[in-house]
């Protein structure tokens, strides 16, 4: 069965230390791989997406994402972190087109001065 | 370009009562998924529409669940009787391929 996993539940950083979040998936392709960002109240932001191609992958708020085939992994990644940030961000799959999102269990981003 | 709405944004209930949760999908989207998230959870797909048909709706608790798309626009999803483990927060989401565009959702609470 398809599958995303996301194996820190949660994670505190510096403002201004870099960030990675993990993600790993079970597709039997090459599945279509999402970051999303949900803030207290709010529906699900994408951050970014990874179809094809470069394997390096840029988003919104200054956010990447590197698609490794070889570790089936997809993590996020931010190399300077802001207060702004602190949110819970989930990792989602599908097979493509209209086929629907898989989501892993989500990681919280605690944010400390 | 409107979001995907949804109402009402919050709702409490006592066990075995009935509720209606309410989308509208980005207008030209053909595609509507309904989530529900529970607290530190993942969104988990309850059933997904292609304009007014039933595509999945595999994981929806049929025997408390239900939901229509009538002229292939709106949404409703409804839960009769509701259970305290049916508090969550039930997500409308639509697309016209890869990309889909969440609504900010319901949260509901049954005690």
């Known amino acids: 069965a398809q599958s995303v996993t996301q194996p820190d539940i949660h994670i505190t950083v510096s403002e201004g230390a870099s960030l990675e979040l993990r993600c790993n998936y079970s597709y039997g392709a090459t599945p279509y791989l999402f970051w999303y960002v949900q803030s207290p109240g709010q529906g699900l932001q994408l951050l970014l997406k990874y179809f094809s191609g470069d394997t390096l992958v840029q988003g919104i708020k200054g956010f990447e994402a590197e698609f490794k085939r070889s570790q089936s992994s997809f993590n996020l990644r931010k190399p300077s972190v802001h207060w702004s940030d602190a949110a819970e961000y989930f990792c989602?799959?599908?097979?493509?087109?209209?086929?629907?999102?898989?989501f892993g269990k989500g990681t919280r981003l605690s944010v400390i001065a | 370009e409107a979001g995907v709405a949804q109402s009402p944004r919050y709702k409490i209930i006592e066990k075995r009562q009935s509720v209606a949760f309410w989308c509208n999908p980005i207008s030209g989207h053909a595609t509507l998924y309904w989530y529900q998230q529970i607290l530190g959870q993942g969104p988990k797909l309850l059933i997904q529409f292609q304009n007014n048909g039933v595509v999945d709706d595999s994981q929806l608790p049929k025997d408390r669940f239900s939901a229509e798309r009538l002229k292939g626009v709106d949404s409703t999803l409804k839960i009769q009787p509701a259970k305290l483990e049916d508090s969550a927060v039930y997500l409308c989401?639509?697309?016209?391929?890869?990309?889909?565009?969440f609504g900010p959702g319901t949260r509901l609470t049954v005690t």
């Open positions: 989602a799959g599908s097979a493509g087109g209209n086929t629907p999102l898989v």
């Open positions: 989401a639509s697309s016209t391929g890869t990309d889909k565009y």
